[in-house]
């Protein structure tokens, strides 16, 4: 329980907390961990003092087709159980430094050890539970259900030991029926769960409940997935530390309508009496390009990585409000509509140095503003405002 509990840190359920995030932004650049591969050139982000540059300075990336390339090696059949769990571990280690990182880890695992139904699951700082944001195999049911809180079950909590677990019996398995649709419960066999642990934390667990493995014996298999563990888990904590602190930030207030969000930012120290210009952008078209090179991504889980990274870029210039027909609400200070096209391409750069499969950054059609509004010049009805940016 130790162990679950150090996942969640200091994070609680809730929204955009502006006063946390350029606290929690200015200490990522430090704290980022060095790209395996050679830096490329840094972002020079010049709009209204912009503190990000060191966020935006890309990795060298490799393509999306080149990343599956990497796992068109012989058949594992013909690989001893060390020899494949080396060689998926410096497969592994090839991949983008992109935030789809774990989605290429997982793509890699599930097609060198035949997995047919599985899952990977990390933490989500906000809702403290794990939750897929890959899979390949279930039913949208099952994907919906499955989000495995702190402390769930004993058996969960076993994962601290840092051993995968081979639920073969069934009362081993019912613990966990409510993570299931009832169809996928039914024709369920084994359970497997490995853990991914870094520094004592848990930062992700590999679930399987079908594989066609190239091993003699299920021991062999978890043997394989225990060898691999510690490295991928070093990797899921390189790709996904940075996006972990900042929705540990954004959970630090309660949950509040958007209304009320951007009653908050007017009434803030740093934007009282300003010129604000808000935003409705639509991002469909970006995530939905992006998704494109990753079957087994999650687009619910892309969504909320775009979100926090949208958070990071605005950190020194406003704040991102999601609206409730799923467009976002941007607030940017001492702005006008003549700063939206610098704005949109100093986005899209910045979002091109986090993926490695982002879309061109001169693609002006990936990204679109759907309507604007200058406070107070236009009106100071905070109700109006929301209800003109939502429709």
């Given at each position: 329980m130790g162990l679950l509990r150090k996942a969640a840190g200091a994070a609680s359920v809730g929204d955009t907390n502006v006063s946390a995030l350029p606290a929690a932004i200015?200490?990522?650049?430090?704290?980022?961990?060095?790209?395996?591969?050679?830096?490329?050139?840094?972002?020079?982000?010049?709009?209204?003092?912009?503190?990000?540059?060191a966020l935006a300075a890309a990795p060298a990336k490799r393509s999306a087709e080149a990343a599956v390339q990497l796992s068109r090696h012989p058949s594992a059949e013909s690989s001893s159980e060390s020899q494949l769990a080396r060689d998926l571990v410096e497969e592994s280690k090839a991949l983008s430094d992109g935030v789809e990182l774990p989605s290429l880890i997982f793509a890699t695992l599930r097609k060198r050890l035949s997995l047919v139904k599985s899952a990977l699951l990390l933490y989500d700082p906000v809702r403290l539970e794990y939750a897929p944001w890959a899979s390949h195999g279930f039913d949208q049911t099952t994907l919906h259900r499955m989000r495995i809180p702190l402390g769930a079950n004993e058996t969960f909590n076993a994962l601290a030991n840092g051993d995968p677990l081979d639920l073969s019996n069934p009362e081993q398995r019912a613990a966990f029926q409510r993570f299931f649709s009832s169809r996928e419960f039914a024709l369920l066999e084994r359970l497997i769960l490995c853990p991914y642990i870094f520094e004592d934390t848990l930062v992700g667990v590999l679930l399987i409940t079908e594989a066609h493995h190239p091993f003699a014996s299920t021991a062999a298999f978890l043997s394989c997935l225990k060898d691999i563990a510690a490295d991928v888990a070093s990797l899921l904590q390189m790709s996904r530390g940075f996006l972990t602190k900042l929705s540990q930030a954004r959970a630090t207030h309660p949950p509040a309508t958007p209304e009320e969000q951007v009653r908050r930012l007017l009434e803030s120290g740093r934007t009282r009496g300003k010129k604000m210009l808000f935003l409705s952008l639509n991002l469909g078209a970006y995530i939905r390009e992006v998704a494109s090179g990753y079957p087994d991504l999650d687009l619910f889980r892309l969504r909320e990585d775009v979100r926090s990274l949208l958070d990071a870029f605005l950190a020194d210039l406003g704040v991102a409000i999601m609206l409730p027909a799923g467009s976002l609400l941007v607030c940017l200070q001492s702005a006008g509509r003549d700063d939206i096209p610098l704005f949109l391409h100093q986005l899209r750069y910045f979002l091109s140095s986090r993926f490695a499969a982002a879309p061109a950054q001169g693609n002006s059609s990936s990204i679109d503003v759907l309507k604007s509004r200058i406070w107070p010049d236009e009106g100071t009805d905070i109700r109006e405002l929301i209800s003109f940016l939502s429709s």
């Open positions: 200015s200490s990522l650049a430090e704290e980022r961990p060095k790209s395996r591969a050679a830096s490329g050139p840094s972002a020079r982000l010049g709009l209204l003092k912009r503190s990000i540059r």
